[in-house]
């Protein structure tokens, strides 16, 4: 069995629904020993919690940005009651899914832009309170997200976590490793287009690479249907944490590289992301 562990999945996603022990299985099955689910708004706090004991995995706790525009003062001081009341929890294992996002239209408009941040800045306070690592969604806003972790730095207390789904540039990729992120690779680099995150995906260093599906999200190349073949009744594939060994093995031609030197690797750059998965995954 290869060491794989998805470092970003939706388990509790509606798409899932009453079938996410089954889709959890199947993973296993396929060779995933672990998966990380990040909760996105306070109203799943407690089902991820509870979804990460039921099956073993870990889970993060925090205000995702597409959820911001909802979200109130009140949200944040649920999160962070939630997080001293579990901070010792051996599976809570990072503050996430936080971030920006200025590539939907409505949250890149100023008063969103600053209460989206506004949220981010919150986040990653308590997350230093708690001394555990961030989960970051990164989409448009890498260099908003670089000022605030900078901002923020503690002399002596270094940044740990990942920057999920990375898609910036090589400047902005070690930009995040230099101030101690690793960054997430899924779906997104198996489609032959994405000529500058496969170039990166076969450039970076290994040891900053982590694996992730987020699924049902993010859906890699061979679940993808086109809107011609969608328009001809043509479903698409549904993206589960049992696509990571082949997400895996994709990332492992490309660079050239053995798949079960690959797997090793990158579950160690998780653990080194996350440091609570290390007594997860023995």
Partial sequence: MLPLVDT????????????????WQRALAQGVQHCVIPAVHAANFDAVRALAHRSGNSYCLGIHPLYVPQASAQDLQQLQAQLQLHQHDP?????????????VPALAQPAMREKQEHFYRAQLAMARACRLPVVLHVRRSADRLLKFLRATATPGQAWQGIAHAFNGSAVQAQAFVDLGFKLGFGGAFTFERALQLRHLATTLPLDVLVLETDAPDIPPHWLYTTAAERAAGVPPGRNEPGQLPRIAAELAQLRGIDLVALAHATTANATAALP???????
Avoid at 91 to 103: K, N, S, T, Y
Avoid at 276 to 282: E, G, I, P, T
């Fill in 8 to 23: 970003h999945c939706h388990l509790d996603a509606p798409e899932f629904g009453a079938d996410a022990h089954q889709v």
């Fill in 91 to 103: 599976r809570l294992v990072a503050v996430g899914e936080i971030g920006l996002d200025f590539f």
């Fill in 276 to 282: 609570k998965l290390a007594a997860l995954l023995v």
